[in-house]
């Protein structure tokens, strides 16, 4: 830029590294009193939002997505429900026990999914499976009616092959039902639903509950 210099004797000087940014701080100065972040260039018009409306939009799009990911957790499990009766949980394989055989205990293992968090691996409970003919599964819940202790297999004895509660010495013959000798449990062992199109397809899976103890009725702990 000139200036008025008649006689073309006034050298001419580069503008100050000052002068350079003047412009600059007027133009923060200015984008402040708007609103405006300084070093936020404004898009023009027809193309992206601005930073600030475009974390508008996605916050907004975030809160309308979490009720759609619950309920898909709720659609996802719906054996985890105790509306649905329990929780439908793998055991084994048919083949893995013997026909005739003594009875397996097994631990109940699964995931359950609440409105929040998924429960990896969660210990449920224990089990005593046993392969009572080819194609015939029993599945006792080894918590005794009486106080919730678990009882154990036994195989031998002056009892013969029984299940006993070590707690309150309640006794039960292998087919789940009160022992003669039994002296504290108000009803026999507690059986549990085996789903049998797994079971035909070589799987054995069974609903697992739990029920009230100290009760003579078999009642679903709800």
């Keep these: 830029m000139s200036i008025n210099d008649p006689d073309d004797d006034i050298p001419d000087l580069p503008m100050s590294e000052a002068l350079r940014e003047e412009p ?31 974390m508008s939009i996605a916050l907004g799009g975030a809160i309308v997505a979490a009720p759609t990911v619950i309920g898909l957790r709720v659609v ?7 509306k649905a009766g329990g929780i439908l949980a793998r055991l084994t394989t048919l083949d893995s026990l013997e026909a005739g055989g003594p009875p ?17 691996d969660l210990p449920l409970g224990l ?41 309150h010495e309640s006794s039960f013959r292998t087919d789940g ?16 639903e085996v789903d049998q199109e797994k079971l035909e397809q070589g799987e054995i899976w069974v609903r697992f509950q739990k029920f009230k103890a100290g009760i003579s009725e078999k009642k679903a702990v709800s």
């Design 127 to 167: 089990v005593y499976a046993q392969r009572v003919a080819e194609k015939q599964v029993v599945v006792f819940s080894a918590s005794c009616p009486h106080a919730g202790c678990a009882v154990e297999y036994r195989g031998e004895g002056a009892h013969g092959a029984h299940y006993y509660c070590p707690c």
């Design 177 to 192: 039902s009160l022992a003669p000798d039994n002296t504290q449990a108000k009803r026999g062992l507690d059986t549990l």
């Design 24 to 54: 600059d701080a007027k133009a923060e100065e200015r984008l402040k009193e708007e609103g405006e972040e300084p070093g936020e260039p404004m898009s023009p018009v027809g193309t992206n939002p601005p930073r600030r409306e475009f």
């Design 104 to 120: 397996q205990a097994f631990k109940v293992i699964a995931d359950k999914t609440d409105a929040w968090t998924t429960y990896k």
């Design 76 to 82: 996802l499990s719906p054996l985890l429900s105790s």
